[in-house]
């Protein structure tokens, strides 16, 4: 019975770790969201909103740090826990980077919603959702051990960098053909950029749950065609 209580309590801990994760990924979801709706919309507060939102993820991101190594310091896993947890220390870095991103982003809209927008912005909305898709999966491959969808979440991070080259194009030929556009084109462009390192976040994620699943390092090696592309 009190070994029925360990492992029950053990379960409850690694649970708690996993919900800790998606609580994070839920919210930088929603900075990655609100971040370019602020763009959009050309709302400033609602980019304030964003700003403030990343005190939470930071949080997260040190409660769930000390729930890694209590569980560490406790129960001393081993083999496939062992490596949940390892992995986990890693993620929540990631996601942490991903929320900083979003806070350059949202600094940036606050600098261009002081100006007359540039163009109607179709790409940039395209590329963050994209982004924030991959977030999401990588996620969810983590939670499940599910190396099929970590393995999606790789192959779609080409179609994030083909969208932001294409992006970045558009907008030297803004620059190019009138000087008077470059200040707001080169704020665009990082907005662009910032949301390429975020699909960079979700696929370190996603090659680190095929390492937790598989056992194989699939970093550096390249892969096949996304299946974001024509959504």
Same mark, same amino acid.
């Given at each position: 019975m009190e070994r029925e209580h360990i492992v029950k309590q053990y379960d409850t801990e690694l649970n708690e770790i996993r919900e800790k994760l998606l609580e994070m990924g839920g919210k930088v979801e929603m900075m990655i969201s609100n971040s370019v709706k602020a763009l959009v919309d050309r709302d400033s507060e609602l980019a304030d909103q964003t700003i403030i939102l990343d005190h939470e993820i930071n949080h997260l991101e040190v409660d769930t740090d000390e729930r890694c190594l209590e569980v560490l310091a406790r129960w001393q896993p081993t083999a496939r826990d062992l490596r949940f947890i390892t992995l986990a220390l890693k993620i929540v870095t990631d996601l942490e980077r991903i929320g900083d991103q979003c806070v350059s982003i949202a600094t940036r809209v606050k600098e261009l919603n002081e100006e007359p927008p540039l163009k109607p912005y179709i790409d940039l909305p395209r590329l963050a959702e994209a982004s924030s898709i991959m977030v999401k999966e990588a996620l969810d491959a983590f939670v499940r051990g599910d190396e099929q969808l970590a393995m999606k979440v790789c192959n779609d991070d080409q179609f994030v960098d083909d969208l932001n080259i294409q992006i970045q194009r558009e907008l030297l030929?803004?620059?190019?053909?009138?000087? +008077?556009? &470059?200040?707001?084109?080169? /704020?665009?462009?990082?907005? +662009? /950029?910032?949301?390429?390192? &975020?699909?960079?976040?979700?696929?370190?994620?996603?090659?680190?749950? &095929?390492?937790?699943? /598989?056992?194989?390092?699939?970093?550096?090696?390249?892969?096949?065609? +996304?299946?974001?592309?024509?959504?």
């Open positions: 030929t803004f620059m190019m053909e009138d000087p +008077s556009t &470059i200040t707001r084109a080169l /704020k665009l462009n990082y907005i +662009s /950029k910032y949301l390429e390192r &975020i699909a960079d976040h979700s696929t370190n994620v996603a090659e680190m749950v &095929i390492f937790m699943v /598989k056992g194989k390092d699939i970093r550096h090696t390249s892969a096949p065609q +996304s299946t974001l592309e024509g959504q």
